[in-house]
C-alpha cells in the first residue's frame, strides 16, 4: 500500500567470473542450480517486488566496470556477485563508488567459512549490505533487501 506510488524500480544483476559454470562448478560450495536457473528465480521474485532485473554475466573485469558505468540513469539499484573479484578488485570498487547507485553485495557460499582469502570483500565497505551462504537464495534475499532500501529511501524523499 505505503509504496504503490513509487515507479517501477530497475535492478542491474551482475555476476562474476565462472559463474556461468553454475550447475557444474563445485556443488558442494555453489549448489546444482544453472545461471540460467538463479536468473529465473530473480526473475520471479522481481515480479513479486513490482521491479524490473536485467542480468548481465561476465569473465571480464573491465565488462563488469563498463556495466556498472552504463546503469548510471538507466538502473536504480545493483545486485552483484562479482566472485573473485570481490576478492581482488579495486576497478569494480572504484565504479560503484563513482555511479553512487545503491548496491547489494550477494555470494553463494559463506564466504567466511572458507578460505582466509575469501574473507576480505573489496566491495563489501561500499556496498549497503552482504548475504553470503544461502546458496542461491543469497540472490533472492538480496534483491529483496535492495529494494526495501530503495523503497525507503524514495519514501525519505521530500
Ligand atoms: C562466490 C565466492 C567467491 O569467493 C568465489 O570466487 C566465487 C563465488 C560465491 O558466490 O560464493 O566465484 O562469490
Known amino acids: 500500500m505505503l509504496?504503490?506510488?513509487l515507479s517501477l524500480s530497475s535492478i542491474l544483476v551482475l555476476h562474476?567470473?565462472?559463474l556461468n559454470l553454475l550447475g557444474?562448478?563445485?556443488p558442494q560450495f555453489y549448489g546444482n542450480l544453472t545461471l540460467d536457473d538463479v536468473n529465473r528465480l530473480l526473475e520471479k521474485e522481481a515480479q513479486a517486488l513490482e521491479v524490473k532485473v536485467s542480468c548481465l554475466q561476465s569473465n571480464h573485469?573491465?565488462?563488469?566496470?563498463?556495466?556498472?558505468?552504463a546503469a548510471l540513469g538507466q538502473h536504480n539499484g545493483i545486485l552483484i556477485n562479482a566472485g573473485a573479484y570481490t576478492h581482488t578488485s579495486v576497478a569494480i570498487r572504484d565504479a560503484l563508488s563513482?555511479?553512487?547507485?545503491?548496491?547489494v553485495e550477494v555470494?553463494?557460499?559463506n564466504i567466511y567459512q572458507r578460505e582466509a582469502f575469501r574473507h576480505h570483500s573489496y566491495i563489501a565497505p561500499i556496498a549497503i549490505g552482504q548475504i553470503?551462504?544461502?546458496g542461491a537464495d543469497s540472490y533472492r534475499l538480496g534483491l529483496q533487501a535492495l529494494v526495501g532500501q530503495i523503497k525507503i529511501k524514495e519514501l525519505a524523499k521530500p
Open 24 to 26: 557444474l562448478r563445485e
Open 16 to 18: 562474476g567470473p565462472n
Open 61 to 69: 573485469e573491465g565488462v563488469l566496470v563498463d556495466a556498472i558505468q
Open 98 to 103: 563513482a555511479v553512487k547507485i545503491p548496491t
Open 132 to 134: 553470503s551462504g544461502f
Open 107 to 109: 555470494h553463494l557460499s
Open 3 to 5: 509504496y504503490q506510488n
